[in-house]
Nanobody, 123 residues
Framework: VQLQASGGGSVQPGESLRLSCTASNFQLEYYPIAWFRQAPGKEREGVSWISNSDGSRSYADFAKGRFTTSRDNAKNTIYLQLHSLKPEDTAVYFC?????????????????WGQGTLVTVSS
């Protein structure tokens, strides 16, 4: 199953965006879902994770205090709210169902990557 990310765009430093993660014929509420990003010329890295059971969340250090992930099960959607964006946040953002090992650095996505969404932060 491939999850589809959307909501990216071009913003100035300090601004906000909300990304959405959806799936067809797949109920996201039953699975832990994570956000990843890949900046130009860099490896893909974990951004955030949200549990499917108790609402637990975890964030990469660069995301703590600025990014928030949440669920809306009625809409079958996972969100990533981005605040106080910086130029170094420029990347393609992806969402995926993951196997969780206790850290955004070690979580492992299942299957192939779906469509990402580009976030560009520039003045």
């Amino acid at each position: 199953v491939q999850l589809q990310a959307s909501g990216g765009g071009s913003v100035q430093p300090g601004e906000s965006l909300r990304l959405s993660c959806t799936a067809s014929n797949f109920q996201l509420e039953y699975y832990p879902i994570a956000w990843f990003r890949q900046a130009p010329g860099k490896e893909r890295e974990g951004v955030s994770w949200i549990s499917n059971s108790d609402g637990s969340r975890s964030y990469a250090d660069f995301a703590k205090g600025r990014f928030t992930t949440s669920r809306d099960n009625a809409k079958n959607t996972i969100y990533l709210q981005l605040h106080s964006l910086k130029p170094e946040d420029t990347a393609v953002y992806f969402c995926a169902r993951v196997e969780w090992f206790g850290s955004t650095a070690t979580m492992r996505p299942y299957g192939s990557w779906g469509q990402g969404t580009l976030v560009t932060v520039s003045s």
